[in-house]
């Protein structure tokens, strides 16, 4: 946002040092702060960042005279360069910027194949010369043809869904029949035998609830041990048959955002808000836990277990990134780990000397995601709140394709069955098919951003800010089952032995089967 004269020293947030933005001032000591800045702050720790009472969100309310002020800043419509020349009322910036006539924009024919894009008024002029606009007519009609036929396939799949419902549950043979050939009455039996992850009998059948605060990541190693990292910086070891805790350490500053296993390195990396990487040893002998247990620890005793909570010392810590890491993967093939922080920044990590191979400035705005493709290696899917899924050549470090705009904050992503399916901050999954990079099908069914896809099996299961977990039917890309249990945000899962593992802010962790 550009103002028109530099605003006052007084007009700015104390944690984001930019102008106000939905100002709250507490009731207690009178600091002002943006909502977004304020609410994040004390999530980490229950005081007021400038003189540190003790302030909890319900001592918050709106700052009328501050927001006014604010509001009434004059402001450079974000066009400017495009040639737009108005100057606004910052809070009217939002509702011109969406009608200005100098808005970025793409020919209204840029789905058939027409790459024009400039300001709105630029499209305009060029629409007179678009060829793609000049066959209109008869693109038009090619179009309705095939949503026709498309329309036939789509009832044809359903009406095959239910056919193939009614033969997984139709009885092949009767026991009364000595010579196997059956009546022309008798029913056809087939053996029911459907297991995870489909079927609709997939339930909650163990909840962990050792966590103080939200779970934020996971991960699941071959050997059934299942790692955790929360909102207080936490990470925490589990059996994941039993659900008893092996092991908790405070491991980061801030939130963990991401965790990424190395079994044949016997390690695990833990990354989030405070920027930095860990390398952990997965198993620990008792005597080389680092930390006196006596004297910096505490622990709890069970019949048959005793969990321990020590302060653990990474095996390396990487500090390269300036900002918040949110993804990490290990690439076994070419022993790498793949990051990528909310700098827009993917950086490459040599798994056998720790070392930075490279750093690939993917993306202008956070990424919230990577995948490697299961099919090719060393090829990588990241993607971003800027709106872009890109693809990467990992070995060139080379842009391959962005995909169409995706309407919203790209959140998560994932590969399979040669599919990519992405989800946004809109509450929206989409799916574009790899070969031709073409966008397939959007399904919605959430009410809430979707954090989290991932694909197994034939199947997509997506995890919600609206505290479901959805599955996915992508032979007809419409939901087939809700998983619900969960009492706050879904903010990650993994899938384990036969089983669905989830973990949300209501401070638990959920294995489904």
């Not at 800043?73 to 974000?78: E, G, I, Y």
């Not at 789509?154 to 139709?170: F, S």
């Not at 493709?373 to 060139?396: A, E, G, I, N, Y």
């Not at 945000?489 to 949300?504: E, P, Q």
């Amino acid at each position: 946002m550009e103002f028109v004269t530099k605003p006052s020293s007084r007009l700015l947030c104390a944690i984001c040092q930019d102008v106000y933005q939905d100002p709250l001032i507490s009731a207690l000591c009178n600091h002002s702060f943006c909502t977004k800045c304020i609410t994040e702050s004390l999530r980490v720790e229950p005081h007021c960042p400038l003189c540190r009472k003790y302030v909890h969100v319900s001592d918050l309310h709106s700052n009328l005279v501050l927001k006014s002020l604010t509001d009434e800043l004059p402001v450079f419509c974000s066009h400017r360069v495009l040639g737009c020349s108005e100057v606004l009322r910052r809070e009217a910036l939002a509702a011109h910027v969406g009608l200005c006539a100098f808005r970025p924009m793409r020919c209204q024919n840029a789905g058939r194949g027409c790459s024009f894009e400039g300001s709105g008024v630029a499209v305009a002029a060029h629409k007179a010369d678009c060829v793609f606009e000049l066959m209109r007519p008869i693109l038009d009609t090619f179009e309705a043809r095939f949503d026709a036929m498309q329309a036939v396939i789509d009832a044809q799949q359903i009406e095959l869904a239910k056919l193939r419902k009614q033969i997984a549950n139709a009885p092949i043979m009767s026991a009364s029949t000595p010579s196997g050939i059956l009546d022309d009455e008798e029913e056809i039996i087939l053996p029911k035998t459907v297991a995870f992850p489909h079927g609709q009998n997939i339930e909650c059948r163990r909840t962990i609830s050792d966590n103080k605060t939200g779970v934020t990541a996971l991960a699941y190693t071959s050997s059934n041990t299942l790692i955790s990292g929360a909102y207080d910086g936490s990470l925490k070891l589990f059996n994941a048959e039993t659900g008893k805790m092996s092991r908790s350490f405070k491991a980061h500053d801030l939130s963990v955002w991401a965790i990424a296993t190395d079994e044949p390195r016997n390690r695990f990396y833990s990354a989030g808000s405070d920027g930095k990487i860990k390398v952990w040893d997965l198993e620990v002998d008792d005597e080389a836990e680092s930390g006196d247990v006596n004297a910096g620890s505490s622990t709890s005793t069970s019949n048959e277990t005793r969990t321990r909570t020590t302060t653990a010392s990474p095996i390396i810590t990487f500090s390269d990134h300036q900002r918040k890491v949110y993804s990490l993967q290990v690439g076994q093939s070419a022993n790498r780990l793949y990051s990528a922080a909310s700098d827009g920044k993917i950086k490459i990590w040599n798994t056998e000397t720790l070392e930075c191979h490279d750093t690939i400035q993917a993306h202008q705005d956070c990424i919230n995601s990577i995948v490697l493709l299961d099919s090719d290696p060393t090829k990588m899917v990241s993607v971003s709140s800027d709106r872009t899924l890109k693809l990467w050549d990992l070995t060139t470090t080379t842009l391959l394709h962005t995909f169409p705009d995706i309407g919203s904050e790209g959140l998560d992503v994932s590969y399979g069955g040669g599919m990519l399916y992405t989800s946004t901050f809109d509450a929206s999954i989409v799916a574009f098919e790899m070969d031709t990079y073409s966008r397939v099908r959007t399904m919605r069914g959430h009410n809430w951003e979707v954090w989290q896809v991932k694909y197994v099996d034939g199947v997509l299961f997506s995890g919600s800010y609206d505290h479901t977990i959805k599955r996915w039917d992508l032979k007809t890309f419409s939901e087939d089952l809700t998983l619900k249990g969960h009492k706050g945000f879904v903010h990650s899962f993994r899938f384990g032995t036969d089983c669905l593992i989830s973990a949300g802010a209501d401070k638990t962790i959920k294995i489904w089967k």
